[in-house]
């Protein structure tokens, strides 16, 4: 019979039944190997104490202390009539600050006779506040010396000077997890090693199994330091190996060579253009044309900042694709854009997109809308002009991805906003050529140089950095609404002096405000940071600015639950600068095209990230006349979030400021983990400070897939491989 190997043997076998329910339930640990790599949080010190007085409110902590001082009160209660209710309180130290523990009822019999004076243990709970101080109530604890019982286990597990912390959770403390840690060691000699030998010693990393030691089990610094090395390395080569397997595969697929006709319909509209391109169009217009003349499909990233002219670059790729006969799709996230990108398209190609119709230039082509509100008429319209290819460009929703819609002959997708994209969508329209078409992927969201390589590592890179002549800086200024109220009332004043000079504003709100009155809801954001109050809404805020510090001006609301055509009738007013105020969501975030617009405030600024705040702010500033765009936020000086309003409002570097952003979030977000629902794959890297091992493991991850595409001499790395592309994993690695 075939003996599983120890990594994966299942923890249910190892452990007993209910620790591994537990950690399969919270943790997502099922085998001995998912326990090995659950790697601690931090190291206490033995002689050390954590700092209680930076505790996280409403967060499950464990902490490294001794025990002060210990009192029982007897009290009178509903169930204890008679003075019979007992509360031990209990006050640990750090030595930098205090912390009380009480327990109450029954709980109180073994910790009054266990946390004495001058003991020191390890305590975990949640942390709350009751009278203004910081208190754990119920503490699950563990003594950090021989108990009275004799039974010295704590201590002899403890013997190394540093206690490792791991992540944990309320149903199971860091110290039952380090026990199970314990249990499962020895294991890790049986680790297979992932990095080829050559890399390794060329490196000078540690064997695997001595990293899973050290990680666990320190005995210095040092070890920690040697782990946190050779892991890293791990974690960026597997994911660079994967991702290099991936691209390796699409070189290998075959794909219709596109090369624009020298005198066809890309001629002709440069033709028209009405101002040269700038160097950084040039430049990136020849890395796509470059790779839409192989005879591999291009898989293109193109960032550029908001306003630096993606959407021009991007269709005269199209054009160059229709030019020898091939059909290119333009997907976009929202209707919304949909309908503006096709306006814009058909605005800056003028007859050229006149294709069939009297007044079209002879070269011309047909653009079609695709969106799944269209009424049936038009759609059977635009499906007929896709088949017969009649229509050379389309663009739409994910509408264009059903099983209905059919192409002559689809050269080219170019995927707007990617980030907003479903990853099977992707793939979904790759199958609609006869072979498989070109792809670009714009996104106005700058992104750091290494989470280009890792979330997007299976795509090239073209960076627009430079904005197009005519476009305006913006001026942002951080509105603290509680601490100076005063500061609102202008904000709203200069919203007014910018109607009066014949231009208009957004006002941003992160609530649409019909929501129906859901508990569950309330409770959520009852949890939230600041939360005295849900999130300002459009509803809300709209009428109020209407019955007061703006009235008289015309304002209109717009928000992603009203019908298509209210919301493009809305857009169409506010562009014909018949709107003074639109009151908005997000749907403005991307893409909207006003350039009248040249005053943005928004409200609860606090509530959105980073990187939404400047792709929001560039709605803005978009003509000759400069932008203004106001933060108002009521979170108090010294918080967290006032500080990231702060730099945002002190640079317009989309790149600076996406650094800010992953330096302020677990990477695992930028990963985009949170989508695919896996545990972040990454524990020990961290994108921005290991840009270096990556940029390293990503040429080792190319030069050893070169050499063995199907890794037939590496099992360890294979072994490794299959475990980070489990389905789900290897779905979102495929297609971004």
Known sequence: MDLVPALEEPLKKVLGPATAKVMAEHLGLHTVGDLLHHYPRRYEERGQ????????????????????????????????PRGKGQRLEVTITDGSGRLQLVFFGNGVHKPHKELLPGTRAMFAGKVSLFNRRLQLAHPAYELLRGDPDG??????????????????????????????????????????????????????LVPLPEALLKIHRPHTKADIADAHSRLKWDEAFILQ??????????AQLPAVPRKPAPDGLLTAFDARLPFTLTDGQRKVSKEIFDDLATEHPMHRLLQGEVGSGKTLVALRAMLAVVDTGGQAALLAPTEVLAQQHHRSVVEMMGELAEGGMLGGAERATKVVLLTGSMGAAARRQALLDLVTGEAG??????????????????????????????????DALRGKGKQPPHLLVMTATPIPRTVAMTVFGDLETSVLDQLPAGRSPIASHVVPAADKPHFLTRAWERVREEVENGHQAYVVCPRIGDEEDDPKKRKQSAEDEAEKRPPLAVLEVAEQLTKGPLQGLKVEVLHGRMHPDDKDAVMRRFAAGETHVLVATTVIEVGVNVPNATAMVIMDADRFGVSQLHQLRGRVGRGSA???????????????????????????????????????????????????GARTSLRVLAVIEDEEVIAEAREEAVAVVAEDPELTGLPGLRTALDALLDEEREQYLEKG
């Open 49 to 80: 104490l954590t700092h209680l007085a930076d505790l996280p409110m409403d967060e499950h902590v464990t902490v490294v202390a001794q025990v002060a001082d210990a009192r029982l009160h007897t009290f009178a209660s509903a169930k204890a």
């Open 393 to 426: 460009i389309v663009i739409g929703t994910h509408a264009l991805i059903e099983d209905k819609v059919q192409f002559h002959d689809l050269g080219l997708v170019v995927v707007d906003e990617q980030h907003r994209f479903g990853v099977e969508q992707r």
């Open 626 to 676: 400069a932008g203004l765009c106001l933060l108002v936020t009521e979170m108090p000086e010294a918080s967290a979030a006032r500080q990231r309003l702060n730099a945002v409002a002190s640079t317009l570097d989309g790149f600076e400021l996406s650094r800010i952003d992953l330096e302020q979030r677990r990477e695992g977000d930028v990963l985009g983990q949170a989508q695919s």
């Open 241 to 250: 190996v994967a991702l290099a397997r991936r691209r390796h595969a699409d």
């Open 151 to 204: 039974a010295a286990e704590s201590v002899e597990t403890w013997a190394g000077a540093l206690i490792p912390i791991y992540p944990a959770t309320a149903k199971l403390e860091s110290w039952k997890i380090g026990k199970a840690v314990q249990t499962v060691l020895p294991s890790a000699q049986e680790a297979l090693d992932p990095l080829p030998d050559s890399l390794r010693e060329g490196r000078g």
